[in-house]
């Protein structure tokens, strides 16, 4: 069944969707904006490692969230706020079910929670009476969070500024094979921006103005992943690096086991490694259970080549 079928048959009543992760290829932090908000210049693409969203209608005075693992208070989940959100800007009165099983780790970097709200918003606009126009969807998703649009769009690859809002969608690249490592601590954003903006304070020379690109970047650039890779850089990566000593090292090891590029998405902690052939995947396991006293974990994915569509259920 197509997204537009599960809008408009009547019988539909619920549907699925796949919440794909991120990984963050390219991050720069630029300046500072009066709001205390920095903007940024980015490259997402999204990965097969994905959560799976299950909405369903129900009553109005339904609304309410199954989700696997310890996301917190429902009101504070992003599907939900996803959910609330796009009832209100389409004045539909409905009640929904929201069923989330997890795969995406949390609070690492991939995007797992704005994931979540992108395929929520997804979701009901596929079974609304009236879909909101893709812009429009966009611009609601963009009040949920930066990396939110992406996450809505059908965009595979991007890149992005702004707040990370803004995007250009790309082609995808040929799938490649990635190996995630989850180093058994979390990074905090606020502790990540804090970190950087402390470490800027104190050297004159990494100004937000000398943080961006030293040359400009052209579509060519993005074409392929042996150019794409000489534009691979996160400044977190190298911050997070002087508070938690084991990033650099797991880092070496996704590059001593074959990977092209490797680096940290996001603001931590996972690490990614892009690989044109799979690894041997016992041995890095092996060497990152020694690297991270037996608290990291490794997950074996590969870089998306589309976007699930929305899939109508019984």
Same mark, same amino acid.
């Given at each position: 069944?197509?997204?537009?079928?599960?809008?408009?048959? /009547?019988?539909?009543?619920?549907?699925?969707?796949?919440?794909?992760?991120?990984?963050?290829?390219?991050?720069?932090?630029?300046?500072?904006?009066?709001?205390?908000?920095?903007?940024?210049?980015?490259?997402?693409?999204?990965?097969?490692?994905?959560?799976?969203?299950?909405?369903?209608?129900?009553?109005?005075?339904?609304?309410?969230?199954?989700?696997?693992?310890?996301?917190?208070?429902?009101?504070?989940?992003?599907?939900?706020?996803?959910?609330?959100?796009?009832?209100?800007?389409?004045?539909?009165?409905?009640?929904?079910?929201?069923?989330?099983?997890?795969?995406?780790?949390?609070?690492?970097?991939?995007?797992?929670?704005?994931?979540?709200?992108?395929?929520?918003?997804?979701?009901?606009?596929?079974?609304?009476?009236?879909?909101?126009?893709?812009?429009?969807?966009?611009?609601?998703?963009?009040?949920? /969070?930066?990396?939110?649009?992406?996450?809505?769009?059908?965009?595979?690859?991007?890149?992005?500024?702004?707040?990370?809002?803004?995007?250009?969608?790309?082609?995808?690249?040929?799938?490649?094979?990635?190996?995630?490592?989850?180093?058994?601590?979390?990074?905090?954003?606020?502790?990540?921006?804090?970190?950087?903006?402390?470490?800027?304070?104190?050297?004159?020379?990494?100004?937000?103005?000398?943080?961006?690109?030293?040359?400009?970047?052209?579509?060519?650039?993005?074409?392929?992943?042996?150019?794409?890779?000489?534009?691979?850089?996160?400044?977190?990566?190298?911050?997070?690096?002087?508070?938690?000593?084991?990033?650099?090292?797991?880092?070496?090891?996704?590059?001593?086991?074959?990977?092209?590029?490797?680096?940290?998405? /996001?603001?931590?902690?996972?690490?990614?490694?892009?690989?044109?052939?799979?690894?041997?995947?016992?041995?890095?396991?092996?060497?990152?259970?020694?690297?991270?006293? /037996?608290?990291?974990?490794?997950?074996?994915?590969?870089?998306?080549?589309?976007?699930?569509?929305?899939?109508?259920?019984?």
């Amino acid at each position: 069944m197509s997204t537009s079928d599960a809008g408009t048959s /009547g019988v539909t009543q619920g549907v699925m969707v796949f919440a794909e992760a991120k990984i963050n290829l390219r991050l720069r932090i630029l300046a500072r904006e009066a709001s205390g908000f920095h903007t940024i210049e980015t490259i997402f693409h999204k990965l097969e490692l994905a959560d799976t969203v299950e909405l369903r209608l129900q009553p109005p005075t339904v609304r309410q969230l199954d989700c696997d693992g310890d996301v917190g208070p429902p009101e504070h989940n992003l599907a939900i706020r996803a959910a609330e959100a796009f009832l209100a800007r389409s004045a539909w009165e409905t009640g929904y079910t929201i069923r989330i099983r997890k795969q995406i780790p949390i609070g690492g970097g991939l995007g797992g929670g704005s994931a979540d709200a992108g395929a929520t918003l997804r979701a009901l606009n596929a079974l609304a009476p009236a879909p909101l126009a893709p812009e429009t969807l966009l611009e609601l998703a963009a009040t949920l /969070g930066a990396d939110v649009p992406f996450l809505t769009a059908d965009a595979t690859m991007a890149l992005a500024w702004g707040r990370g809002d803004r995007f250009l969608a790309l082609d995808p690249l040929p799938t490649r094979a990635v190996v995630l490592i989850t180093p058994g601590f979390g990074v905090p954003t606020v502790d990540a921006y804090g970190w950087l903006a402390a470490e800027r304070q104190t050297d004159a020379t990494s100004s937000s103005v000398a943080q961006a690109s030293p040359r400009m970047m052209h579509p060519w650039h993005l074409a392929n992943w042996g150019e794409l890779g000489r534009w691979m850089v996160n400044d977190f990566t190298p911050v997070v690096a002087r508070h938690h000593s084991t990033v650099a090292p797991l880092i070496t090891a996704l590059h001593d086991a074959g990977a092209s590029n490797a680096g940290m998405s /996001g603001s931590g902690s996972t690490l990614f490694g892009i690989f044109e052939r799979a690894p041997d995947v016992s041995a890095l396991r092996a060497r990152v259970d020694e690297l991270s006293n /037996g608290r990291g974990n490794v997950i074996v994915t590969r870089t998306a080549v589309g976007v699930s569509a929305v899939r109508g259920m019984d």
